[in-house]
């Protein structure tokens, strides 16, 4: 991707947003064509560890025995050791709120068949199972787990999902646009090697911020399209539409 044109997408989405009392999420989306996603191969679901902090804290809940506990606690926001695993696996509701808040969840690598009946079923959906990708899943006796979690504050999950397109929070708006763009371009290209390397895969791209409009990267916009942009905004979305 060029960098300069990325800059200069930032800037318009700075200079289009509403200010407002907290720094917001600046998201960074790629929309795919020509693939096809009933094919397991051209499913996106993989992590990126972005150069820069995204500007976030990721909560991490470790699934763990009696060896990693100790450890655990000293690290993760939430600890849940085996002995709990039954209370979580009878309590849908239990797992999907406490789930609500986490980022990612380490497990026990001697634990997963346990882990996976009783968590599987509310973690698996939702795409927060943990993952050796994302070297989520660890040894009984590992020496000390804060390198692994510290790891995981600057990586980001990039997944298609159900759609052609791939949605990434790459940082916040109050960080300097040099460090936002060096995320966008590590995301972008994980996504454009996982396809091949073939550009004709790649629809557009676009960055956002959480409560703003979306902007093409490298689209030149008029006057007009950006009063267009602004009256659209102000009436608002309709249901069931989006704004990319």
């Not at 199972?129 to 804060?146: H, S, Y």
């Not at 995981?152 to 159900?162: A, G, L, P």
């Not at 911020?209 to 902007?215: L, R, V």
Request: proline letters at 5%.
């Amino acid at each position: 991707m060029n960098k300069e044109e990325i800059l200069e997408t930032l800037k318009l989405a700075k200079e289009n947003s509403k200010k407002r009392k907290f720094s917001q999420s600046v998201d960074f989306v790629i929309n795919l064509k020509g693939i096809n996603l009933k094919k397991p191969e051209e499913n996106l679901n993989s992590f990126v560890n972005l150069p820069f902090h995204k500007g976030k804290h990721s909560k991490v809940a470790a699934l763990v025995g009696d060896e990693l506990v100790t450890k655990a606690k000293k690290a993760c926001e939430i600890v849940i050791t085996k002995d709990e695993f039954y209370d979580y696996g009878t309590n849908p509701k239990k797992t999907k709120k406490m789930a609500k808040n986490i980022d990612f969840f380490l497990a026990q690598a001697n634990l997963m068949p346990d882990i996976a009946k009783a968590f599987g079923k509310v973690l698996g959906p939702i795409g927060k199972m943990p993952n050796p990708k994302a070297g989520a899943v660890v040894p009984p006796v590992i020496p000390d787990l804060k390198p692994i979690i510290e790891k995981m504050q600057n990586m980001v999950k990039i997944q298609t999902k159900n759609e052609p397109s791939v949605k990434v929070m790459v940082g916040v708006e109050n960080m300097n646009n040099e460090e936002l763009v060096e995320n966008i371009i590590a995301v972008y290209n994980n996504v454009f090697h996982f396809y091949h390397d073939d550009r004709t895969k790649i629809k557009n791209a676009m960055l956002k911020f959480s409560m703003g409009k979306p902007f093409i990267i490298g689209k030149k916009y008029t006057k007009e399209e950006l009063e267009v942009k602004t009256e659209k905004k102000k009436k608002g979305i309709k249901k069931g539409e989006k704004e990319w």
